[in-house]
C-alpha cells in the first residue's frame, strides 16, 4: 500500500457526486442520499477513497442548490438530516470518507438571514450583506456583472437600495467583513464536522472579498461575443481580493479543532501564480486549492506538458499538488476530447503527482448530452441562451445498467438520459477487460499499491507536438514511465539523452500489455502507456 504516514488526501482518490443525477431511490426522478448509500459498494469497488457531494442542503433550487436556504439541514428531495448521518455512518464503515460542499460567498434570498436584513435598514443583520445606494443620478453602484448575466445589482423596493449578487438575484452575497458573518459561517463548518463529516470543497472561496471602494471593474480587451457576458470586465476588485486569504486560514483553523485529517478543498478559477497563494503563509491556507488546469487547457501535448511543469514549479515547499477532468459546471473530458483521447486523459489523471478528483461518470466515458431548448433547467443556460453556455450537458443521470432510465430512476429523469446508456453503462463495462471502466479502476488498484504512483516524484521527460512523457519516483520502489500519445496519429518517443528498458504494465489498448520497450518506441494514435521500469533512467 501506499505511504500511510501521509494524511489520505494526499495519496487517495476523489469522486465528485452531483447527487440529483446519481441514483434515486425513491421513483421521483431526482437522486438522493438514500440512493447514493445504494452505490457505495460500487464505489468501493472502484476503489474510491473519498465521496464530494454537491450541496444537498435546503434551497429553492434556483441555482440547484447553490442558493442555500438553510445550511444545517438537508433539502426534502434528497432526504433528511438522518439520511445524511446513515450515509455517513456507511462511508465510514468501508473506510471512506465523505466531504460536504460549503456555500459562504452567497445565500439563498429566502434564507432568514437575507429575510431580515431586507427587512429594514435598521435591523441587526442589515450589515450581513451588501447594501448599497444608488448614485446620486440614480443609476446603479459600480458596473460589477453578474456570473450568470446583466448587472450585479437588484434594487430592493421595500427598503430603497441595491443589494449585491456575484450569481442570480436570488443568490446574494454576504458581507465577508462583518464577523458576525465569519463567525456564523465558522458555526455551519462546526455543525457538520461535528457529525464526523471530513472536510469541505468551498464553493466559490475567491469571490467571498470585495473591494472596500466598490471601484469600478476594467474593460477586458480580449472579450469576444461568444463568451459569456461575465467575461466583458475584468473583475480585478469583485474576486480575488487580499482579505480572502485571513478567512482561509480561519477556516483551515477551524478544521483543525478536530482530530483526523480533515480536509479544506477550495474553489479557485485562477492562473497558477495566483492559485498558489491559496496555499496560504506556512501552507495554513486551503489543503488543496482545486487545480483546474487541464478543465481548459488546449488538449495539446505540449501546452499540457509546460502547465504540468510550470504548476510543479510554482507549488509552495510541503504543499500538495491535484488534478481535475472535469466538473458540474464544465463540459465534460469525453466531450472535449473524444472518446478516444478520454482514455488518455484517464491515465494522465490518474498518475500525475497529486490527488485526483473523478467525476461521476467520467469512468465509464459519459458525455455531455444534448437537452432540447425546452428541457434546459440551468440558469446559466437559460439567461444567455444564445451562447450555449448551459451546464445541464454535464449533469445528466449515471448510466447503471440497460434497463429502464438505466437503472437511475423508476420515475422520469430530471434530465433526459444519453441515448445510448444501453450499451455504455457500468454493468456493461464492469466485466469488459477492454472497458473505460476497467482501465479507470486498473489505473486506481496501481496507483494504490505503487508509492512511486502515489507519492512519488514528478520528473519530466519529453514532449513533442503529439506525446507528452513523464517518470514517477520513489527511493527504494519501482518507477514508472509514462507516454501520452494526446493525438489521432502515430508517434515516435525517442528522447534525446534518455535510456531505459521497462515493461508496459498498463495501456489503453490491453493487447500490449506485457511487452517489452527500451530507448525508442513508435505508439499508436490515441494510446497511453505505463510503464514499469527495470534499471535507473
Do not use: C
Not at 438571514?113 to 450581513?128: Q, Y
Not at 446583466?150 to 456575484?166: K, L, R
Not at 465509464?364 to 451562447?387: C, F, H, T, W, Y
Amino acid at each position: 500500500m501506499a505511504n500511510t504516514q501521509q494524511p489520505w488526501w494526499q495519496t487517495g482518490i476523489i469522486y465528485q457526486v452531483y447527487p440529483r443525477s446519481f441514483q434515486d431511490s425513491n421513483g421521483d426522478g431526482i437522486g438522493d442520499l438514500k440512493g447514493i448509500q445504494h452505490r457505495l459498494d460500487y464505489l468501493q469497488w472502484l476503489g474510491i477513497d473519498a465521496i464530494w457531494l454537491s450541496p444537498v442542503f435546503p434551497s429553492p433550487m434556483a441555482d440547484f442548490g447553490y442558493d442555500v436556504s438553510n445550511y444545517t439541514d438537508i433539502h426534502p428531495i434528497f432526504g433528511n438530516l438522518a439520511d445524511l448521518e446513515e450515509l455517513l455512518d456507511a462511508v465510514h464503515e468501508r473506510g471512506m470518507k465523505l466531504l460536504l460542499d460549503l456555500v459562504p460567498n452567497h445565500t439563498s434570498n429566502q434564507h432568514s438571514w437575507f429575510l431580515e436584513s431586507r427587512s429594514s435598514r435598521n435591523n441587526p443583520k442589515r450589515n450581513w450583506y451588501i447594501w448599497q445606494d444608488a448614485r446620486p443620478d440614480g443609476s446603479l453602484p459600480n458596473n460589477w456583472l453578474s456570473v450568470f448575466g446583466g448587472s450585479a445589482w437588484e434594487w430592493d423596493e421595500q427598503t430603497q437600495q441595491y443589494y449585491y449578487h456575484a450569481f442570480l438575484k436570488e443568490q446574494p452575497d454576504l458581507n465577508w467583513r462583518n464577523p458576525d458573518v465569519q463567525e456564523a459561517m465558522f458555526n455551519v463548518m462546526r455543525f457538520w464536522l461535528n457529525k464526523g463529516i471530513d472536510g469541505f470543497r468551498v464553493d466559490v472561496l475567491w469571490f467571498i472579498f470585495k473591494d472596500e471602494q466598490l471601484r469600478n471593474n476594467p474593460p477586458n480587451p480580449d472579450y469576444s461575443p461568444q463568451m459569456p457576458t461575465y467575461d466583458q470586465l475584468l473583475p480585478i476588485y469583485s474576486t480575488d481580493r487580499p482579505e480572502v486569504q485571513e478567512v482561509t486560514r480561519k477556516m483551515r483553523s477551524v478544521l483543525e479543532e478536530y482530530e483526523g485529517h480533515r480536509v479544506l478543498i477550495a474553489e479557485v478559477y485562477l492562473p497558477i501564480k495566483e492559485l498558489m497563494i491559496y496555499y496560504g503563509v506556512d501552507n495554513k491556507g486551503a489543503h488543496l486549492p482545486f487545480n483546474f488546469l487541464l478543465l481548459s487547457l488546449p488538449w495539446d501535448a505540449t501546452q499540457i506538458a509546460t502547465t504540468i511543469n510550470q504548476y510543479e514549479g510554482a507549488l509552495p515547499v510541503q504543499s500538495w499538488p491535484n488534478w481535475v477532468l472535469s466538473n458540474h459546471d464544465r463540459p465534460r473530458i469525453a466531450s472535449r476530447v473524444g472518446s478516444q483521447q478520454a482514455r488518455v486523459a484517464a491515465m494522465l489523471l490518474l498518475t500525475l503527482r497529486g490527488t485526483p478528483t473523478i467525476y461521476y461518470g467520467d469512468e465509464i466515458g459519459m458525455r455531455d448530452v444534448a437537452i432540447p431548448s425546452a428541457e434546459m433547467q440551468d440558469p446559466q443556460g437559460l439567461n444567455m441562451p444564445d451562447k450555449n453556455l448551459g451546464r445541464d450537458p454535464a449533469r445528466t443521470p449515471m448510466q447503471w445498467d440497460e434497463g429502464k432510465n438505466a437503472g437511475f430512476t423508476e420515475g422520469r429523469p430530471w434530465l433526459r438520459l444519453d441515448k445510448t446508456f444501453a450499451r455504455m453503462n457500468v454493468q456493461a463495462q464492469q466485466h469488459d477487460p477492454h472497458s473505460m471502466l476497467t482501465l479507470y479502476r486498473r489505473l486506481i488498484q496501481l496507483r494504490r499499491r505503487e508509492p512511486a504512483l502515489a507519492s512519488g516524484n514528478y520528473e519530466p521527460v519529453y514532449a513533442d507536438s503529439q506525446l507528452l512523457a513523464f517518470i514517477r519516483r520513489s527511493e527504494r520502489h519501482p518507477s514508472f514511465l509514462i507516454v501520452l500519445n494526446l493525438t489521432h496519429r502515430p508517434g515516435y518517443f525517442r528522447p534525446d539523452n534518455f535510456s531505459y528498458n521497462g515493461t508496459v504494465e498498463i495501456a489503453t489498448s490491453p493487447e500490449v500489455e506485457g511487452t517489452t520497450v527500451s530507448n525508442s518506441f513508435s505508439i499508436d494514435g490515441d494510446e497511453g502507456l505505463l510503464i514499469r521500469l527495470h534499471t535507473p533512467s
